[in-house]
């Protein structure tokens, strides 16, 4: 039977005393403290804190004070307590406001700035898939390659048809596999992602590079050409525009040099998370940016790697704790399986930091049902302010209703009027914590801590380097040398069928002493061979663009009939009249 006092516990809001029983107390003027999360109660001196795994979703309009009183308290405690941070810093404010506290306490800290990509560290997303693949691991390998094209493609998800996007998406994941096979992990880039695909879609005699690299024995077979193989083998017409949606996801990396230089290479391993510490800011544009997709893509692939890490060195957990805060989080494009990351985080020691201006952010990028879910998994909500409708609704729902002593009414215990009109000036917020009631805190900003703002980071600025050019053609011509030396060997002294298939072009000769008279291809002929192949191709070309510029002429020549079309109608008509005199002419013989 359920517990009599439980169902006649009255709806009310949770006091100071009850809060300062149940949060930690930390002191900031003392140095080291013995609780790390968001400020529940606090002076900027002295602080009760939430040191639980709860994730918090914070939410507040522009201007509210979300990363001043909330986000910035939160990260000076977890730096305080030695726990490690990933966090989006739109304009790279809370960097220059933790710069030396970080400093003081021994961190690394790693800048990937994309503002100014020439300045701080690198990341190269493609790399560690890479490196699993060509170290055997090839489902997770594709796993993570499968996630970065999601990501990559997810600000088309709103398209009416989402064919073009799942099929791009694979070409892409297709692509990377196929680039991660070709290619050492170092060299596999955006940059050289893009050109496997331009080079592969030119022509190889009467098919494509593209083609070509997948007709080595087993080669379709492989998740690289399934993933592949729905835009390579499509219709011409279909073709184009899913290349044309494939290229118009990479172009912004591809026309952006700095960008090119900024994910070449990686300049730390995510494994510093784990046993230093340690401290990653993204840096973005506040307003949004193209980039962004590829911030998603990096935070998902941190964690993807966090998560392994923890399954196979420390028995599921990771031994320090790591905070993923991220600052305007609705700029960002959707990050894939959200939902998931913010509940199974919680058991491996990873803890979520949301800020929000309003719901509508979210559910564009998510949808209703995937923002509702991100909502709720988190544990802890802190409401600043808002005007969008149907948040104050459910805020004002999870608050719950109190009766009236005299009447009996019931009533929002928080109405929404009451939450319009929040107390900035006194940093009056809203939180709903973990298995607690309502409570309404005061929350200073942060210049009442006892932290130091710098206008300096000492952040170095790089020089671009020399990215090494891929040469898929010659890739696939060595490819078909290697596959014609082996044939060769294998076949050599044995008197199997005639029907040997050779590249497109060559003419073999034939050994005169063979009794089936079977192709032969000397060792010195190969390289003939070859030359002749791209010989045909070039004829093929040139044939092409002569038979595109008769074409041309045509249709220009035809305009021209089009434009004298009443003059040509005169002249039919007049030789018609010419025809019929000559016919009278004609009978009268």
């Known amino acids: 039977m359920v517990n009599a006092t439980h169902v006649t516990e009255e709806v009310r809001f949770e006091t100071e005393e009850e809060i300062k029983d149940r949060y930690t107390e930390v002191n900031f ?18 602080a009760y804190v939430d040191d639980s795994e709860a994730s918090t979703f914070v939410v507040g309009a522009s201007g509210s004070g979300k990363t001043r009183k909330v986000l910035m308290p939160y990260t000076l405690s977890c730096i305080r307590k030695n726990e490690n941070l990933i966090i989006h810093d739109p304009k790279g404010e809370i960097n220059k406001h933790m710069y030396r506290e970080l400093e003081k306490e021994g961190y690394k800290v790693i800048v990937l700035d994309y503002r100014r990509p020439l300045r701080g560290d690198r990341y190269n997303p493609l790399e560690y898939p890479s490196k699993l693949y060509r170290e ?42 196929l680039q991660a096979e070709l290619l050492p992990e170092k060299e596999c880039t955006i940059n050289h992602l893009y050109d496997l695909h331009i080079q592969g879609d030119k022509k190889y005699g009467c098919s494509k590079y593209i083609k070509e690299v997948y007709c080595r024995p087993g080669a379709k077979e492989s998740s690289s050409y399934k993933l592949a193989a729905p835009a390579i083998n499509a219709p011409n017409d279909t073709q184009g525009g899913l290349y044309s949606v494939y290229t118009s996801c990479l172009t912004p990396f591809i026309l952006n040099e700095d960008i090119m230089d900024a994910t070449a290479n990686s300049t730390f391993d995510v494994r ?29 692939q941190i964690y993807e790697r966090l998560i392994d890490i923890a399954e196979e060195e420390y028995d599921g957990r990771l031994p320090r704790r790591i905070n993923f805060i ?83 009414a019931r009533h929002p215990l928080m109405s ?14 809203l939180l709903l914590l973990e298995r607690a009631r309502p409570f309404v805190g005061y929350l200073p900003d942060i210049s009442a801590y006892p932290v130091s703002p710098t206008q300096h980071v000492n952040v170095s600025e790089r020089k671009r380097q020399t990215l090494t050019p891929i040469d898929f053609q010659e890739i696939v011509n060595k ?34 002493n063979s009794k089936h008279n079977h192709l032969f291809v000397p060792d010195e002929d190969i390289d003939k061979m070859i030359a ?6 070039a004829e093929l070309e040139e044939e092409e663009r002569v038979e595109n510029e008769q074409k041309m002429k045509r249709m220009n020549f035809d305009g021209g009939i089009r434009d004298g079309k ?15 005199d000559d016919s009278g002419d004609s009978e009268k013989s």
């Open 29 to 46: 003027e003392s140095g080291k403290v013995n609780g790390a999360g968001i400020p529940v109660i606090s002076t900027g001196r002295t």
């Open 272 to 300: 510093d998370l784990v046993e230093k510490k340690c401290a990653i800011f993204i840096i973005t544009k506040d307003e949004g940016s193209v980039y962004n997709k590829l911030i998603s893509a990096n935070i998902d």
């Open 136 to 177: 055997g691991n090839t489902s997770r390998a594709a796993e993570m390659f499968l996630a970065f094209g999601e990501t990559m493609f997810s600000d088309r998800k709103s398209e009416k048809d989402p064919y073009w996007n799942l099929t791009a998406s694979s070409y892409l994941t297709g692509l990377s596999l």
């Open 479 to 512: 490819q078909k040398r290697e596959l014609m030396e082996k044939e060769k060997t294998e076949k050599k002294g044995k008197s199997d069928s005639d029907d040997e298939v050779l590249p497109f072009g060559y003419e073999p000769e034939r050994k005169a």
């Open 416 to 429: 929404m009027d009451h939450l319009r009109y929040l107390n900035k000036d006194k940093g009056e917020v």
């Open 566 to 580: 009443g003059k040509n109608a005169n002249s039919r008509k007049n030789k018609h009249e010419l025809k019929d």
């Open 326 to 408: 991220l600052d305007e989080f609705g700029n960002l494009a959707a990050i894939n399986n959200m939902q998931g990351k913010i509940t199974a985080g919680r058991s491996r020691n990873i803890r979520w930091l949301i800020v929000c201006q309003n719901m509508e952010q979210l559910n564009l990028l998510y949808g209703d049902k995937g923002a509702s879910i991100i909502f709720g998994n988190c544990a802890n909500i802190v409401y600043l302010y808002s005007t969008d409708i149907k948040l104050l609704q459910r805020i004002s729902a999870m608050c719950g209703l109190y009766s009236d002593e005299l009447t009996g």
């Open 532 to 537: 002749e192949i791209d010989r045909k191709i």
